[in-house]
């Protein structure tokens, strides 16, 4: 008995047009689940608090761009990646120069240039000095001997007999301080790297039915 094989034109081209069909499930589905990540990720950050805008810093790309493979691949990264980094993980803040972390309280105000005041900004834009109050238990203090306004700020007296004068927090010193995690970027990393081989599968049989 003598066989022969002989491959048709046929088998060549149910194998091309197999090949095209794992192509195209491996970059949509890589696509969709870089989608699903970016998604969770803005979601995570928003209902955290950190606001839409760290939200909106989370930015999706996938590889090859004008083409289909199946090495294709989906990057998803912040472009605050310290500011994110921070919020998830939690980590344990001391001053640079070894010595206290001032706080701002409520009576500081905000800063002339926007965030959070620091107590050389906070003397020089409310003529106001700062004195330190030690304190064995909780945090030592920086106080300034003015009123609070309608605002709840501290702010220098009017009155010349120092009537209403009062000795105000205006800064918590601390020697470190623990960002709160507010965030597990983890966790919907390692979901969307689970979902991908179901759905190349189904965007596989998916792409055989059409």
Do not use: C
């Not at 149910?14 to 491996?26: C, F, S, T």
């Amino acid at each position: 008995m003598k066989l022969k094989l002989h491959i048709g034109p046929d088998l060549v081209a149910l194998m091309q047009a197999e090949i095209r069909a794992g192509e195209k499930a491996v970059a949509t589905a890589m696509r969709e689940a870089g989608a699903n990540l970016k998604s969770a990720w803005r979601t995570q950050i928003t209902g955290a608090g950190l606001g839409t805008r760290l939200g909106n810093s989370i930015r999706l790309a996938t590889y090859p761009k004008a083409s289909e493979s199946l090495n294709a691949a989906a990057l998803v990264w912040s472009n605050a990646p310290v500011i994110i980094g921070a919020h998830d993980a939690g980590p344990l803040i001391r001053s640079k120069d070894g010595f206290w972390l001032a706080i701002p309280t409520p009576a500081s105000g905000k800063s002339t240039k926007g965030g959070r005041s620091t107590p050389g900004e906070w003397e020089r834009r409310t003529g106001l000095r700062l004195r330190f109050v030690y304190r064995r238990r909780g945090p030592s203090l920086l106080v300034a001997e003015g009123r609070l306004n309608s605002n709840g700020r501290a702010v220098a007296s009017r009155a010349r007999t120092g009537r209403g004068l009062t000795s105000v927090p205006v800064f918590l010193l601390v020697p470190q301080v623990r960002l709160p995690k507010r965030v597990d970027l983890d966790r919907d990393a390692e979901r969307a790297l689970d979902s991908v081989p179901g759905l190349i599968v189904a965007n596989w049989i998916e792409e055989k039915a059409s």
